[in-house]
Each structure stands twice: as structure tokens, then as C-alpha cells.
């Protein structure tokens, strides 16, 4: 469980090798600027951007085209703002499914910030564009770089910048003055209240307000739901500091279902798309301790539907993550998007559902780290592109098998996904 601190650091410059101007002709488009759509248009992509969209444009010489012959739909790429995902492999993976834009919520290794990450951005990996966050902790509990007092906390905001972090995160064992100098986990000392006043940005799990706002200071956490009654309240708070909340309701989800069924987790084991889950995940999803719980979560997810519900509704800007692969049964990719059926079975609307991957997640790095927008479908944005079959506000499902992908300008046709897949298999169970 965590929270994040927003971290200045100025934007790497991107690379725009294989980023091949690009005409999508007789497309219709969900911009996600707002709930519309646009018919029969043509997109225009140049330098990694687009450059235009209309209904009277034609494309210009040189430009590969794409055609929509009327009837494909153009939308946002989409974002896992909560991964541990740190692999070229896992990175293949998200792309295959649609994921351009990943934040990486692990206390990301220096593998994955000094090679994995400019190797995508010069076009030598295939992989969404990774924001990537440095865990630390007042304890060695979660491997998380060890800060004691408040003069290592400023250091430490120098050491993320110039090793290349774009977040802090803040994890649960910070003594409340050490969290005052860095400003996160719930950081269980100081509350809720206390942190998003002092500065942090994001609540990294819905659940988290559980016990940072719900149960009272001290009090032990139980399997009884809290009185609905308060959620307007955790609304407000959210609206006054103008914090994102990771909506991951596929997480609490999946570790409730699991908790004392073992045949659960065997079941995860052994579904279809474990076969792109690397060994090393496998088998920390079977050693994993949920299965010989005992607790029983059913009426807390329900609250927490509710409480994402009343969050959309109420303006809090709800962001689409969902901890894959730490948690078993959440394959990268895949659980992206049986998060956002679990927003729409929560009665989040499609566009409020697919804001959360999408529009949400750009204006939240927009605000807290700058750089070239995306999440929208608009002019000046970064080329992070859907093309599918049917509208997706008619249904989320067309997302789960996209026609093609563009990320960051560079365009992967439906051909170039499956191989993408193919490699990812490969290399985890070479036949």
C-alpha cells in the first residue's frame, strides 16, 4: 500500500527514431476531452505528436497511412498508473494490450530507469512510456531505501533527480517527521488528512483510506465496512487537496477472492495468460500468503465500489492501476483491463471508467511532473494511439484486442501485437 510524492524533475528529452509520419484516414474518434466523439476524421501524426485532426484533411505525402474505412475507432492509449512491472518482457506485454503509459510504483531498480526506460524512448525496446518512482521507508521491511531523519529526506530528493526517478514514493513506516520533510502508502503515523495538507499527491490504492481515514487512529482494522454514511466525507477531503486516487478495484478484488481458497490461486495459475508471466512471478504468486489467511472481504469491496462511484461522480480524479504482477492473479496487461470492467461493474459510466486510463492519468502527470500531454486524442498531445473495431463507449471489451497501438508515434499493426505476444512466450516457455 502507498502514496506517492510528486518529484520536479525536468522531462528527459525523447527520441523519435522509427517514429514514421503517420495519416489515419476514415477514422472515427473518442477523444476523451470530453463525453463526444467525431466521425469520419482524419489524424495526422508527425514527430512522435499529433499534428491535426479533421474531417477535410488529406494525407500528406509520405505519410504511411492507416485506414479506418469508416467504421475503426480511434481513442487514448492506455495507462496502469500502479505497476511493478520492470522487465522488457512485461513492458512487450502491456503494449501487446493497448498500455502506453506505465507508472511504476515499485521503488523501480536502476535497470529498468538507466536501460529499460531510454532503450523504449530512442525506439530500440517496444514498450510504454515509463514514469518511474524511488520507494523509501523508515524500515528495511520492504526493500525500500532506509530514511531515518529529515535531513535525509531532502537529500534524498536530489538523489531520486539525479539518478533519473520522475516520483518519490513514500512508503507505511516513515515517523511523521521525516514524511513532513519529503512530502506516500498510507504512512500509518500520520493520517491521511495530515499528508495530502502537507503536499502528497496521490493515494496509490483505494483501500488504503481504510485505515488512513476510516478507522480511527489506533483502532484494529476489521472485516466490517465502514459506515457509508462517511463516504461523502473522503470525497470532500480528496476535492479540497485536489488529490488522485488510484482506483484499483481489481486488486482488492482479486485478494479477496483468494484469501483462504487455495484452489483460487491454483486456478490463476493455470488461466490462459500466465503464459506471458514470467517464472520468477509464478512463483511468487504461489508462495504467496493470501490462500492461508482467514479474513473475509466481500462487504469491503462492496464499499469500495461505492466509494469509487461516489468519487466519479464527485469530481475526484480517479486513476486506473492495479499493482500487476505483485499480486496473484493480476497479469500485466490483461488486469488492466478487468479493472476497468470492475469500474463499470462498480457503475462508474464507460467514459468515467475509461478516464481513469486515459484523460485522468495525463492531466495527473501534466500537473505533478510536465512534459508533453497525453491521455486525449487532441492536437499537440503525444502520439500514444488505439485503433479497435467498435467504439469503446459503446463497450470497453473492443479495448482487450486492439487493430493496432501507436505509442509515443511508433505504430504497431495488429500483426506486429501478436508478435510482440509471441516473443513475450517465447522467452518465458520456448517450445
Excluded at 10 to 32: D, E, I, K, R
Excluded at 317 to 337: F, K, M, Q, R
Aim: aromatic share 6%.
Amino acid at each position: 500500500m502507498a502514496m506517492l510524492a510528486a518529484l520536479a524533475l525536468a522531462s528527459a528529452a525523447w527520441a523519435q527514431s522509427g517514429a514514421q509520419s503517420t495519416a489515419f484516414v476514415h477514422v472515427n474518434v473518442a477523444p476523451m476531452d470530453s463525453e463526444h466523439v467525431l466521425r469520419d476524421q482524419t489524424v495526422l501524426v508527425k514527430d512522435g505528436r499529433i499534428e491535426a485532426i479533421g474531417a477535410a484533411l488529406a494525407a500528406p505525402a509520405g505519410y504511411r497511412v492507416v485506414d479506418g474505412h469508416g467504421t475503426a475507432w480511434v481513442s487514448p492509449g492506455l495507462a496502469d498508473m500502479h505497476t511493478h512491472s520492470e522487465t522488457r518482457d512485461d513492458l512487450a506485454l502491456y503494449l501487446s494490450k493497448g498500455v502506453t503509459t506505465l507508472l511504476n510504483m515499485g521503488g523501480a531498480r536502476p535497470n529498468l530507469v538507466d536501460s529499460i526506460v531510454p532503450a523504449v524512448a530512442r525506439g530500440a525496446l517496444p514498450g510504454p512510456h515509463v514514469y518511474a518512482s524511488l520507494m523509501v521507508d523508515g524500515t528495511p521491511d520492504y526493500n525500500g531505501l532506509q530514511v531515518k531523519t529529515p535531513a535525509q529526506a531532502r537529500a534524498v530528493v536530489d538523489l531520486a533527480a539525479a539518478n533519473g526517478y520522475d516520483y518519490i514514493k513514500v512508503y507505511t513506516g516513515l515517523a511523521p517527521e521525516v514524511f513532513s520533510a519529503l512530502v506516500g502508502h498510507g504512512v500509518t503515523a500520520v493520517r491521511l488528512e495530515r499528508q495530502l495538507a502537507q503536499g502528497q499527491v496521490m493515494v496509490a490504492h483505494l483501500e488504503e483510506l481504510f485505515y488512513t481515514f476510516f478507522t480511527p487512529p489506533g483502532a484494529q482494522e476489521t472485516d466490517v465496512p465502514p459506515d457509508e454514511a462517511r463516504i461523502p466525507e473522503a470525497v470532500a477531503l480528496a476535492r479540497r487537496h485536489g488529490a488522485a486516487v488510484i482506483a484499483d478495484v481489481v486488486t482488492y478484488h482479486a485478494i479477496a477472492s483468494q484469501i483462504g481458497h487455495p484452489e483460487v490461486v491454483r486456478a490463476f495459475l493455470t488461466a490462459p495468460e500466465t503464459a506471458y508471466l514470467s517464472p520468477s512471478d509464478m512463483q511468487a504468486w504461489r508462495r504467496s500468503g493470501y490462500a492461508g489467511k482467514s479474513a473475509r472481504l466481500e462487504a469491503k469491496l462492496a464499499f469500495l465500489r461505492k466509494l469509487a462511484k461516489a468519487m466519479a461522480d464527485g469530481g475526484v480524479e480517479l486513476l486506473c492501476g492495479t499493482d500487476a504482477p505483485s499480486i496473484p492473479g493480476l497479469v500485466p496487461g490483461y488486469s488492466l483491463h478487468d479493472n476497468l470492467a470492475e469500474l463499470e461493474g462498480s457503475h462508474l459510466s464507460r467514459y468515467q471508467a475509461l478516464a481513469t486510463a486515459a484523460s485522468a492519468p495525463g492531466a495527473f502527470i501534466a500537473r505533478t511532473k510536465g512534459g508533453v500531454r497525453f491521455g486525449q486524442v487532441v492536437a499537440g498531445y503525444r502520439a500514444d494511439l488505439l485503433l479497435t473495431e467498435h467504439n469503446p463507449l459503446d463497450g470497453l471489451s473492443t479495448l482487450r484486442a486492439p487493430l493496432g497501438v501507436m505509442a509515443e508515434g511508433r505504430w504497431y499493426d495488429r500483426p506486429a501485437l501478436a508478435a510482440l505476444l509471441a516473443g513475450v512466450r517465447a522467452s518465458y516457455r520456448p517450445d
